[in-house]
C-alpha cells in the first residue's frame, strides 16, 4: 500500500492534478452519455446543452477576469437556439440558426454603449462559435438512427487522445511539445495518443460502425490533432486570462471547459469524416 501511494503521489506531482478522481469523474460522464444514448438520444442533445451552458459561465467568468464583458445569459439562450434548430433540422439549422443569434448577440450588447464594444463584441463572437456552435456538430453525430455507436466511437477516439496522452506523458514524458503554452505536455505524451488512438479508432469503427479498420485508423490521426490543437488552444486561453483551470466543477478535471476543449474541436472533424464515408464508401 505505501508504493501504490508513493506511486500515486508521483504521478499527481507530475500531472499537476489528482489522478484517481480524474478516472472516476471521467468514467461516470462516459456512464453518462452512454446511458443518454441509450435511453433516448434527444436526453444526450439536453446534456450537451447543459455542458455547453456550463462552458458560458465559466469563459464569461475568465473574460470578465480581464475585465471583458459578455453577456452568459444571452449566450445561453443562444446554445438552447441552437441546440433545439440542430436537432430538428440538422447542419443547414446549425448554420441558419448561428447567423441568426449572431447578430441578436451584438444588439444586444448595444445597451451597455460604445464603451469596449468592440472587446465584448469580439469575445461574444469567439464564445458563440467556440461553444454552441462547435457543440452543434456532437449533436449532429447523435441524430442518425446510429447515433449511439456514433457518439461512443467519437468517445473513445477522444478518450484515447487524452487519457493515453496524459498517462505516458506522466510517465516517461521528457521532451516538452510546446512548453510556453502547456509545460506538462510532451511529445512522449503525444506519441502515447498516436498510438492508442490509431488502436481505438481501428477497432471501434470495425466493431461498431461495422466500417473498414483502416479508415479508423486514419480517423484516429485526425482526432489526435484536432483534440490536441483544443487542448492547446483552451490552454493558451488560460494563460492568456493566467488561470490554472476555467472551473473547479469536475474534481481532477477543472471546469466543464477543460473537458469540452478537446470535443469542440473534434467533433466537427469527425462529423465531416463520417459523411464522406457515407457519401462515397
Do not use: Q
Not at 456550463?54 to 439562450?77: D, K, N, P, Y
Not at 477516439?157 to 509545460?183: A, E
Not at 488552444?233 to 481532477?252: H, N, V, Y
Amino acid at each position: 500500500m505505501d508504493d501504490f501511494h508513493t506511486i500515486n503521489e508521483e504521478i499527481n506531482r507530475r500531472a499537476g492534478r489528482k489522478f484517481f478522481p480524474s478516472v472516476v469523474v471521467g468514467l461516470s460522464l462516459v456512464a453518462l452519455v452512454w446511458f443518454a444514448l441509450a435511453f433516448r438520444r434527444e436526453v444526450f442533445a439536453v446534456l450537451v446543452a447543459i455542458a455547453v451552458c456550463l462552458g458560458v459561465r465559466e469563459i464569461a467568468r475568465a473574460f470578465g477576469t480581464v475585465g471583458i464583458f459578455i453577456s452568459s445569459r444571452a449566450l445561453m439562450l443562444a446554445t438552447c437556439g441552437l441546440t433545439i434548430a440542430t436537432w430538428r433540422g440538422g447542419v443547414a439549422a446549425l448554420a441558419v440558426a448561428s447567423a441568426i443569434f449572431f447578430p441578436m448577440l451584438l444588439v444586444d450588447l448595444l445597451r451597455r454603449g460604445p464603451e469596449g464594444f468592440v472587446k465584448s463584441a469580439t469575445a461574444t463572437t469567439l464564445s458563440l462559435i467556440y461553444l454552441p456552435f462547435l457543440a452543434g456538430f456532437v449533436i449532429l453525430l447523435a441524430r442518425p438512427h446510429d447515433g449511439l455507436h456514433r457518439v461512443m466511437t467519437f468517445v473513445i477516439l477522444v478518450g484515447c487522445n487524452d487519457t493515453f496522452g496524459y498517462l505516458v506523458g506522466v510517465l516517461i514524458g521528457r521532451h516538452p511539445l510546446v512548453p510556453k503554452i502547456s509545460p506538462k505536455k510532451t511529445w512522449e505524451g503525444l506519441a502515447g495518443s498516436l498510438v492508442f488512438t490509431i488502436a481505438g479508432g481501428a477497432l471501434s469503427f470495425h466493431y461498431l460502425l461495422h466500417i473498414h479498420w483502416w479508415l479508423g485508423a486514419l480517423a484516429g490521426i485526425m482526432i489526435v490533432f484536432t483534440a490536441t490543437s483544443g487542448d492547446l488552444i483552451e490552454s493558451a486561453m488560460k494563460r492568456d486570462f493566467s488561470l490554472k483551470d476555467m472551473g473547479t466543477l469536475l474534481p481532477g478535471h477543472g471546469g466543464a471547459l477543460d473537458r469540452l476543449d478537446s470535443v469542440l474541436l473534434s467533433a466537427p472533424a469527425m462529423w465531416l469524416a463520417l459523411e464522406l464515408v457515407k457519401r462515397y464508401l
